[in-house]
């Protein structure tokens, strides 16, 4: 729903604003900036239509299937059930009992914008030269050839977004990205994707600033900055609400002037731009709720939010997603309070509980740290099936990005974005065997023609063979 | 009612640490040698006392052990435990020095604080000892590296088992940002240890050359020069590998190489001349230059070749979630790694080399150092349920499960 009526803001956007002059007596065109000037190029590639056969299917969405059969045509999952009438014309792919899930989402990655190897020049993620740079777009930075991209494609991951770092109040924009080959990020940016807007809170922004005795250096000067971020931001709004309503007795010596920070905070406030906030601590999202209420838009994710826990009714009671690592700690005070049952926790008071990586190692097996959040939980006494705990990195994933229409779950209609596993995906000794992304197999483990590598690679990897 | 079935399942677990006897009952036993299924174990008074289909004595416990399986208690060969509470805190952080006075001199066992929160969390999930490794933060040498038991008294087993150095891109940035002087620094420092050796009174008095270390660097180094002390390598450029493989021949030296990324390829080498590596079988991206070959069966491949391995991990949480150990080496086995093989790396092999006052082994009229997992040992939804360090049950309590009791309460209201 969300998705429709950005789609239908963006089209409005671009759309131009004919008004008639009075004062002229001539017709003048209005229009607001393009909201999206960097299009995606991305077009779905052809492919015969397949079936999947006799599989077992995680959904993505909470169930499970077993002995089930998966009909895949122009991208999309066409058909899904038992015993599926299929043409002579289906190729069919038997799966023998083996375990398919939808595509694993990462909706917090910094591939691209920090490539490896982490060399300095590779040192594209963190505009920290100002604490509110909402100006900044991440897709701006990403190195398409990063070579560990493919490793997360081998880890079934098949939608990234990536987002600036954290050392800012306000970091600049995401991007949703399709994890496949491209020489530009054009090519793998998720067709109709909405924006996100990076904030950070806590510990990493007061340092940064802090040591350079500017504001802010303290929590307080924190929620100074974002909130004078806002009221011009909203102010700039008014502006060109106003520009656009009186459009018929303006002349265009009037168009307001254009600011890319108070533009993308402008989005936001719009409700088309989508807040993944940086937010270790309960009583620190408590702060950024009420800021979202003073200001008027909505938060979509707590990222890292390793006290999520301690706030998981207000959370599920806002619609914000948690997203959480299943156990890291310990590197920072803020993130001293870990609980390896978090995720479960949160699914637990009925909210939206998200699994992420924030690393390039982490992010080839986010199924095994779904596995070991699943484990905290059932430890505990909590009953979480695998049909349950894969929505952390599918569903819930998807619906943190906004694209839960699109992708995340395996039903009719949906992006046929699908991993093949060798093993119960659940399983430590689990690797994805196939990985399609739209119907079009990007990925194959035993396939070497189906294993793509980045330039860089060429020369260091012996030819034909890979980095496993 | 769940609330209820939380309850019972928590008290599962809590065997009382006063029974003196405790045998448990149809379980796997996984360990170096391979897999013993379906066996009881009888423990009495801290030791394993028998091992077998037939248990000739009775218990004062008995744990049903059906579905379940024993390691050894696990080792992480390469942690900061008791020497880092809060990373990003400098003030909880010993795991280096900015001193650059004290180099090889530095014992971190020294710093190690029995009372860190990371020890309960880490042996909870099976970890019962841990290498603690310090890192250079001036110098090529970073310290002495020592071997902790994370039990209920939590203690420094040996404060001095190697000497540690950085050969690795950090460590050339320290010596000038060349490979080639480092090696030049590496070979001028034992050279000046074996000559503070040979004339350690004259030297102590005033009577001899200066040397570039001080005394108690020398000190600290001359234990490896005389071949006693292994020098601990940290490294991973396969030509790095082999600079060092050479130095520790040219002067006789007791060898372990850690990280090795690009160990794979230079692995008959390492194997011929018998040097153990400290490795984390989850690195396989380029992050550096100097691993631009890193690869996710590189344990495979060095265990292929007779290298004798030993594990740490994994990834970033080395530290404060050491346990995870146990996902890299079940990594390692998912790509290639025999099962017997991943477990001996993180339990036989690092409690022989480390001289540990445990086997790493599950072996009768040993002491008990073990863990109960509910299921395959490797497996990630398997927990540790019962956790035995050097004899002795250790409650299953920490700072993360109150916390966690304390909210789950909150949410049930």
Redesign the interface.
């Known amino acids: 729903m969300k998705l429709l009526i950005f789609r239908i803001l963006v089209a409005m956007s671009l759309l131009l604003v004919a008004a008639c002059n009075e004062n002229t007596g001539s017709s003048v065109n209005v229009t607001r900036p393009n909201k999206d000037p960097y299009p995606s190029t991305y077009l779905l590639p052809t492919h015969a239509a397949f079936a999947i056969v006799n599989a077992n299917i995680l959904t993505g969405d909470g169930k499970e299937l077993n002995d089930a059969d998966l009909l895949i045509e122009n991208g999309k999952i066409t058909a899904m059930g038992s015993d599926l009438t299929l043409g002579l014309n289906i190729d069919q792919i038997q799966a023998n009992g083996r375990w398919v899930t939808p595509g694993i989402i990462d909706v917090h990655s910094h591939m691209g914008v920090y490539s490896?190897?982490?060399?300095s020049n590779h040192s594209d993620g963190n505009e920290m030269t100002s604490p509110v740079t909402a100006e900044v777009w991440a897709e701006h930075s990403v190195w398409p050839g990063d070579?560990?991209f493919e490793?997360a494609l081998a880890g079934g991951v098949t939608t990234l977004q990536i987002l600036p770092g954290s050392g800012n109040l306000i970091g600049g924009r995401g991007v949703t990205l399709k994890n496949i080959p491209s020489i530009t990020v054009q090519g793998m940016k998720f067709p109709g994707a909405p924006y996100s807007l990076k904030m950070a809170c806590g510990?990493n922004p007061k340092r940064v600033y802090g040591s350079r005795n500017t504001l802010p250096s303290t929590r307080m000067g924190n929620m100074a900055g974002y909130r004078k971020a806002w009221i011009q931001a909203a102010e700039y709004k008014k502006s060109w609400d106003e520009y656009i309503a009186d459009s018929g007795n303006r002349s265009l010596s009037n168009t307001p002037t254009r600011n890319l920070r108070l533009e993308t905070l402008s989005g936001v406030l719009e409700g088309d731009i989508r807040i993944h906030n940086h937010c270790y601590k309960a009583d620190e999202m408590a702060q950024m709720i009420d800021m979202s209420k003073e200001f008027g838009y909505e938060i979509a994710a707590f990222h890292h939010a390793v006290e999520a826990?301690?706030a998981?009714?207000l959370l599920a009671k806002e619609g914000i997603c948690g997203v959480m690592w299943a156990?890291?700690?310990?590197?920072?005070?803020e993130a001293?309070?870990?609980?390896?049952?978090n995720i479960a926790?949160v699914d637990?008071?009925q909210g939206c509980a998200v699994i992420h990586s924030d690393?390039?190692?982490?992010v080839?097996?986010l199924n095994?740290e779904i596995?070991?959040a699943?484990?905290?939980g059932?430890?505990?006494?909590?009953?979480i099936t695998p049909a349950k705990a894969i929505r952390w990195g599918t569903q819930n994933a998807a619906i943190a990005l906004g694209l839960e229409d699109e992708i995340g779950s395996l039903a009719v209609g949906k992006n046929a974005d699908i991993v093949l596993w060798t093993k119960h995906p659940?399983?430590?000794?689990?690797?994805a065997s196939k990985v399609w992304v739209d119907g079009t197999l990007r990925y194959d483990r035993f396939d070497s023609s189906v294993q793509p590598t980045s330039d860089?690679?060429l020369g260091?990897?012996k030819a034909g063979g890979i980095?496993? | 009612m769940?609330y209820l079935?939380?309850?019972?399942?928590?008290s599962i677990v809590s065997i009382p640490a006063t029974a003196n006897s405790l045998l448990i009952k149809s379980v796997d036993i996984y360990s170096s040698s391979g897999v013993e299924k379906n066996t009881n174990v009888l423990i009495e008074n801290g030791q394993i006392t028998e091992i077998g289909q037939r248990i000739s004595h009775t218990a004062d416990r008995e744990i049903d052990g059906t579905g379940k399986s024993i390691t050894a208690g696990l080792f992480n060969a390469s942690t900061h435990i008791g020497a880092?509470?809060?990373?990003?805190?400098g003030a909880t952080v010993d795991s280096y020095s900015e001193n650059d006075s004290v180099t090889a001199s530095l014992k971190i066992a020294e710093a190690f604080n029995p009372n860190s929160t990371?020890i309960p969390h880490n042996r909870t999930h099976g970890l019962t000892h841990a290498l603690i490794v310090p890192d250079s933060a001036t110098h090529l040498f970073s310290g002495q590296v020592g071997l902790i038991q994370l039990g209920a008294n939590p203690r420094v087993v040996h404060d001095s088992l190697a000497v540690a150095v950085d050969f690795s891109e950090y460590g050339f940035e320290l010596s000038g940002n060349s490979r080639a002087a480092a090696l030049v620094e590496l070979r001028q420092a034992l050279d000046d240890a074996k000559d503070f050796s040979r004339n350690r009174k004259s030297a102590l008095a005033g009577d001899h050359r200066d040397y570039e270390l001080s005394y108690a660097d020398l000190a600290a180094l001359e234990p490896v020069v005389n071949g006693t002390k292994p020098l601990l390598v940290r490294t991973n450029r396969a030509s790095d590998i082999k600079n060092i493989l050479s130095v520790a021949r040219e002067f006789q030296l007791k060898l372990i190489l850690s990280s090795v990324l690009e160990g794979w390829m230079v692995a008959d080498e390492i194997a011929a001349a018998g040097v153990p590596v400290i490795m984390d079988p989850?690195?396989?991206?380029?992050?550096?230059?100097e691993s631009?070959?890193?690869?996710?069966?590189n344990a495979k491949l060095m265990s292929d070749a007779g290298v004798d391995l030993i594990f740490t991990g994994m990834?970033?949480?080395e530290?404060?979630?050491a346990y995870?150990v146990r996902?890299s080496a079940?990594?390692a086995?998912?790509?290639g790694l025999n099962k017997s093989a991943a477990i001996a790396a993180m339990t036989k092999n690092p409690a022989t080399l480390f001289r540990a006052s445990v086997s790493g082994d599950i072996i009768v009229d040993e002491v008990a150092d073990l863990v109960m997992w509910s299921g395959d040992p490797?497996?990630?939804?398997?927990?540790a349920e019962l956790v035995i360090i050097e004899g002795k049950i250790i409650p299953m309590e920490s700072r993360?499960?109150q916390?966690?009791d304390r909210?789950?309460e909150r949410?049930m209201q």
């Open positions: 490896a190897p982490s060399t070579p560990q490793k510990e826990y301690k998981a009714p156990d890291w700690w310990g590197f920072k005070q001293f309070d870990m609980v390896r049952e926790l637990y008071a690393d390039p190692i982490q080839q097996r095994q596995a070991k699943m484990s905290a059932n430890r505990m006494g909590l009953d659940l399983s430590v000794y689990s690797h860089f690679n260091i990897i980095r496993p | 769940r079935q939380v309850i019972i399942i928590l880092v509470e809060v990373s990003a805190i990371l989850i690195n396989n991206l380029p992050r550096a230059y631009l070959g890193a690869r996710l069966d990834g970033r949480s530290s404060h979630n995870l996902q079940g990594n086995v998912a790509n490797l497996e990630l939804t398997s927990e993360a499960l916390l966690r909210y789950f949410l």
